[in-house]
């Protein structure tokens, strides 16, 4: 064997050896990486999803609930709905026997005529009395120039009169007196009684104030629906006595409903008044629907359950790590479809697109459509 041909055969046997001894690439190396990238990814988008795109599962339905309240006393003689009954404004609900405000509404009206005739006698009392002050002045402008005239005479002759003549014309002046003074104080008790004349008159005005509240006892009997909506919390029938303040039954109002979305403080640095939003509700699995952003929460109450005239509650999960505080942020229906599947308290996914992001708004759709999928199960 020549010289070159050992040479070529040695460097094979080297490359074989190479061949067999080197280690293959490190498998777990590998996935590693490709895991640490996705999680990088993953973080990436879950920051900038959750302030551009912000997505909540704790959105719940409401509306405008309304307890059905009597204002008078009585028992139901007519009911016109049933639980679950859809009314509209102004369909006939509730009838309480009117017979007892019937009654009522015809004294008023007599009482009202009465006080009438009363003030009429008054009237004419004090133009009488006004009358008799009138004649009895007369009586004493008589009498003062009577007497002026007997002290005219008794001061040119004293003897030209007797003691008597002189008596009765001092005793005439001071029973005219006397007698303007009584018409006078007459006069003022009369107009005393009557009050202020005219329709301003008190017991004219009482009269009228009995007849009106008497007429709105009435008219209120009749129990109507308040606006468009749907009966809940009804169990009474015909025979029930109702009392005033005593809800007889709820009422669900369908002139406003929208969606409360319940988004973590983080949420809304860019959340917008009019953003626009779609959600998704459990009652319709699947079904995307859209609306805008009413409004954005102030304030919320941590210390207990709401009453009214206080913040709403929201209520957050709790784990071994701190929770970001929920602020309620208002959804405005914009599908018209969507008002047949709203029921007050029903749960709601809800995602708000807060700008013109391509790649954040095409992922949030396709978040939602796939929890829209999810919903057919859970």
């Given amino acids: 064997m020549t010289q070159p041909e050992q040479t070529d055969t040695d460097k094979t046997a080297e490359a074989a050896v190479d061949a067999v001894t080197a280690k293959p690439a490190d498998p777990i190396r590998r996935i590693t990486r490709i895991v640490l990238a996705l999680a990088v990814v993953y973080l990436a988008f879950y920051i900038l999803s959750d302030r551009l795109t912000p997505y909540t599962e704790q959105s719940r339905v409401q509306a405008l609930i309304t307890p059905i309240v009597p204002r008078v006393a009585g028992h139901l003689t007519e009911v016109d709905v049933r639980l679950h009954s859809i009314v509209q404004e102004g369909d006939p609900m509730f009838q309480v026997d009117p017979r007892p405000y019937e009654f009522a509404l015809r004294r008023a009206e007599a009482g009202l005529d009465l006080a009438g005739q009363h003030v009429d006698a008054q009237t004419s009392t004090v133009k009488s009395a006004t009358a008799r002050l009138g004649v009895a002045r007369a009586q004493l402008d008589r009498a003062q120039r009577n ?157 207990g359950p709401t009453t009214r005239g206080e913040l709403p509650t929201v209520t957050g999960t709790t784990g071994w790590l701190r929770d970001p505080q929920r602020f309620q942020v208002i959804i405005g229906i914009e599908s018209p479809d969507a008002y047949q599947y709203l029921r007050p308290g029903g749960q709601a996914d809800v995602v708000v697109y807060t700008g013109g992001n391509i790649l954040l708004n095409g992922l949030a759709k396709l978040r939602i459509r796939f929890s829209g999928l999810l919903s057919y199960v859970r």
Wanted: no cysteine.
């Fill in 147 to 303: 007497y002026s005239r007997t002290q005219s005479i008794l001061s040119k002759n004293p003897g030209a009169l007797s003691q008597a003549d002189r008596d009765r014309a001092e005793t005439a002046l001071d029973q005219a007196l006397e007698r303007v003074t009584s018409a006078e104080a007459e006069l003022q008790r009369t107009k005393e009684q009557l009050g202020v004349e005219g329709p301003e008159n008190a017991e004219l005005r009482d009269a009228l104030a009995k007849l009106e509240q008497a007429q709105f006892d009435l008219a209120f009997t009749g129990i109507i629906a308040p606006d468009d909506g749907i009966i809940e919390s009804f169990n009474v029938s015909v025979g029930y006595y109702v009392q005033p303040g005593q809800p007889l039954a709820t009422f669900v109002s369908h002139r406003d409903q929208w969606i409360a979305a319940d988004m973590k403080e983080n949420n809304l640095g860019n959340i917008k008044v009019g953003d626009p939003v779609e959600f998704l509700l459990d009652v319709r699995p699947g079904r995307i629907f859209k609306g805008t952003v009413r409004s954005v929460g102030s304030g919320v109450n941590t210390s």
